[in-house]
């Protein structure tokens, strides 16, 4: 059985009472004293509690009036996203000195695959100290860490030694520490489910593992087999960084090779068309427009132009490919056309100039 037990170095990261924490951090009168983020009015409801104020009970996702009657110091602060962000991304860089295996799941935790890392250093468990420590030492903030074979079994364990703590379940003790498990502590088995369990009578891990693939699969749909599995050591889930995308393309190559520049024109449109399709999909615009030419005899050439706005519209691609197209002569005939759009806003999030103006920019001034 052991053996069929796919084994990764996976370490979960999971930031401390995060915008609580961050608050503290901002406002030195706040720190070592019940805290939470979210409006004192009685209809607010609680995003974050410092652990100061979790002594009392208070909660997230707790009403305001139930965290006032249980403390009744409770300091109220409000939320401040573009601090969360810089953290988080101070952290996600933290992390990539690791590995580019790096799934941020929200602004304050992230799966790491540190199987192979860039530090060359076979222990998952130093390398979560180290990670820990520079948040510490770059941030000001304390994470929590989870180690295991894993995302499963990192993100429970993320949370035994919180906060300012890592725990690992190392290969052998996987088994044992699953059996052992309350099914509330199990992730992704949430308050229905939890009920369902009891029910059952599953409690722990162990109790989980009597009820066949079959059983769970007909009690609680799809995610009965993530269960059986799990359980059993067994989460194949890969840590899945999502990357920033730097650029978008398409391109055709050409049954035929062509030399009309009204023929190449008409593929290029049909570029620009998906291309608009595909921005508009992923939400992105790009500043530099490239048009890539691959001539018959192999010889490829690259004509780019960055504008001075980002743009997403097929017309306004066209526009600039036209333009590129038409700047030199093709010389020979071509075999393959693309276009690609660099320079993309993911970062800035700046609006992409839309086609109503596109129709102004045509005057000339
Ligand atoms: N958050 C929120 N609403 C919730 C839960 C969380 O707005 N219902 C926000 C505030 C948290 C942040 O997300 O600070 C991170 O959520 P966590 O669940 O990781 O909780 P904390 O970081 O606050 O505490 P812990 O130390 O338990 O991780
Ligand atoms: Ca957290
Ligand atoms: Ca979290």
């Not at 009015?41 to 410092?50: F, H, K, M, Y």
């Not at 088994?175 to 199990?186: A, S």
């Not at 066949?212 to 194949?236: N, P």
């Not at 690259?302 to 519209?313: A, C, E, G, M, Q």
Request: glycine share 6%.
């Amino acid at each position: 059985m052991h053996d069929e037990i796919p084994i990764r170095k996976i370490i979960h990261v999971d930031m401390d009472a995060f915008f609580a924490s961050v608050a503290q951090l901002d406002n030195p009168d706040l720190r070592g004293k019940p805290v939470a983020v979210g409006g004192p009015s009685d209809r607010g409801v609680i995003s974050a509690a410092s652990y100061e104020a979790r002594k009392f009970g208070v909660r997230s996702a707790m009403s305001s009036i139930v965290a006032k009657k249980l403390c009744p110091d409770l300091i109220f602060v409000g939320s401040n996203f573009e601090r969360y962000k810089e953290v988080s991304q101070k952290i996600r860089k933290i992390f990539l000195e690791y590995t580019a295996l790096v799934e941020p799941l929200s602004l304050d935790e992230a799966y790491l695959d540190v199987t192979e890392n860039k530090k060359g250093n076979p222990s998952a468990t130093l390398i979560a100290k180290e990670i820990r420590q520079k948040i510490f030492e770059q941030t000001g903030l304390t994470a929590s860490a989870g180690i295991s074979i894993n995302k499963f079994i990192a993100k429970v364990a993320s949370d035994i030694n919180k906060p300012n703590g890592q725990k690992t379940i190392a290969p052998e003790e996987v088994l044992d520490f699953l059996e052992k498990l309350d099914i509330r502590k199990f992730y992704g088995v949430g308050k229905v489910t939890q009920e369902k369990m009891y029910n059952l009578g599953i409690f722990t891990g162990k109790d989980l593992k009597t009820k066949s693939l079959e059983y769970l699969t007909e009690t609680f749909g799809k995610s009965g087999a993530y269960y059986f599995f799990v359980v059993r050591g067994i989460h194949r889930s890969e840590v899945k960084p999502n990357r920033i995308r730097k650029s978008l393309g398409a391109e055709r190559t050409f049954f035929e090779n062509i030399s009309s520049e009204i023929f190449m024109l008409e593929r290029l449109q049909n570029i620009a068309e998906e291309i608009e399709r595909r921005l508009k999909k992923s939400k992105v615009a790009g500043k530099t427009v490239t048009l890539k030419i691959k001539y018959s005899d192999f010889t490829l050439q690259t004509r780019s132009k960055t504008l001075p706005y980002f743009i997403s519209d097929k017309a306004l691609i066209l526009e600039t490919v036209k333009e590129l197209l038409f700047q030199e002569k093709v010389s020979n005939s071509v075999r393959l056309l693309g276009i690609s759009l660099s320079n993309l806003n993911t970062e800035t999030k700046e609006k992409p100039l839309e086609k109503a103006v596109s129709v102004q920019l045509e005057f000339d001034f």
